[in-house]
């Protein structure tokens, strides 16, 4: 008697979703999570229940919330900041500075992580080139270390500022509708140039004046620094 034909073994294991154990596919699905919840909600718990897989598994790339951090913005950097910078100081300086505003202008979010403590010291390779580019510009430039130190700092809080201020302020409300940001009934005996530019602030503070600001910036910076050396 013929015995009956025996059947492929079912699958085992989770159906669906295989499981992802790829780097750049765990990157790309916490970036999804931040872009459409915040960074504050990204959790490893919820990246793993995003991806259809265990903690565990992601423990095998992450060691923890702040690691998944730092590897997001590591790899931002990675992708964006990657070109030739001029061999004068001064322009040397320029040049890193705008490629980190640049660089988060598109994705504000890591600007925000990046103003927690703890974060820009533990930046990879791509993002510290810019860092030292700057620092290294500074002394070349006539700053002492603490002075490029210094320099360094002075720029990167105005930089990520400026990107953080242009953020807030577009989330309030659409251009199209906000109200002027100075009133009408401003006392101009008082108050004469901002009531004569009433409606007219929105307009002109929504202008990207970065360029022309950071080399007035850096400038200031650089004589202040070098005129106090020594």
Known sequence: MMRPMSRPDAPSGRTGRPPVTSR???????????????????????????????????????RDREDLLVQLINELAERTLHLELPSE???????????????????????????????????????LRMV??????????????????????????????????RIHSARRRPAD???????SSLDTSQLPRLAALGDQWPELAARDTYPQAIEAFVDGLLAQATSATP
């Open 24 to 62: 750049a596919q765990i990157l790309a699905a916490a970036r999804q999570i931040i872009e459409r919840d915040g960074w504050e909600k990204l959790t490893v718990r919820r990246l793993a229940t995003e991806l259809g897989i265990g903690t565990t598994t992601l423990y095998h790339h992450i």
């Open 89 to 127: 100081p001064r322009d040397r300086i320029i040049a890193a500075a705008t490629a980190i505003h640049d660089s988060l202008a598109g994705v504000p979010w890591a600007a925000e992580i990046l103003t927690t403590d703890g974060f820009l010291g533990r930046l990879g390779q791509p993002a």
């Open 132 to 165: 030292e580019a700057i620092v290294a510009g500074a002394i070349a430039h006539g700053c002492t270390p603490a002075q490029a130190v210094d320099v360094f700092r002075s720029i990167w809080y105005y930089t990520v500022g400026e990107i953080l201020v």
């Open 177 to 183: 509708e906000r109200d002027p940001f100075f009133s």
